[in-house]
């Protein structure tokens, strides 16, 4: 890496560039080295049909946990379509975007539904109450079958976050093999 600090504009022209062969500076040309001669528009023709061949010839490589290249696109099912969403980390309103461009371009199957995203929290909602500004689950067992994560209390231990303007208690997993589960969150609480 060339370094460029210390180096004003009366001095920039100082700075020691180095010689590589992606980025060589301009190349003096005279009558013992001339300048190279451009391809004809045929020999690059010659040159397009030696690299297709060669790609036509190489298309026998097929990519693990697929049988064959069918060149077709892949049609997503709901659960699939729900994978993608979760793996992506997606908001609602972009899980809806993403559905609503995928079936623009036909490519999820009949059936699937991208309304799903606008009420995918209403299964969580009747485990939660809220009291003023604070926020907190009322049945945590319910919520772990919910989530598909292990009950064992012994796996799990409880984190509480507080700062001047925020307390939040989570359940950590021991081995932190499975997601956070938020259990309460409140703002504007005073600690007591």
Not at 54 to 59: D, Q, W
Not at 98 to 110: I, P, T, V, Y
Not at 149 to 160: M, N, Q
Request: glycine letters at 4%; aromatic letters at 6%; hydrophobic letters at 35%.
């Amino acid at each position: 890496m060339t370094e460029i600090k210390g180096f004003s504009r009366k001095n920039k022209h100082k700075i020691k560039y180095f010689n590589l062969p992606s980025a060589q500076r301009p190349i003096l040309r005279n009558k013992e080295q001339p300048a190279p001669v451009p391809p004809l528009g045929d020999q690059i023709e010659d040159v397009f049909d030696i690299t297709t061949s060669l790609s036509i010839k190489s298309n026998e490589f097929t990519p693990s946990g697929s049988s064959s290249i069918t060149g077709e696109p892949h049609i997503l099912n709901q659960s699939e379509l729900n994978d993608l969403v979760r793996d992506l980390e997606l908001s609602k309103s972009k899980a809806q975007l993403l559905g609503s461009r995928l079936q623009q371009w036909n490519l999820l199957e009949k059936g699937t539904r991208i309304s799903f995203f606008r009420k995918r929290d209403s299964q969580f909602l009747q485990l939660f109450s809220k009291e003023q500004d604070l926020v907190y689950c009322t049945d945590p067992l319910t919520l772990l079958q919910e989530l598909h994560l292990p009950e064992d209390p012994t796996a799990l231990r409880l984190f509480i976050d507080s700062s001047k303007l925020s307390l939040k208690a989570v359940l950590l997993h021991n081995g932190n093999k499975y997601q956070s589960v938020p259990l309460a969150h409140t703002v504007n609480m005073k600690e007591t």
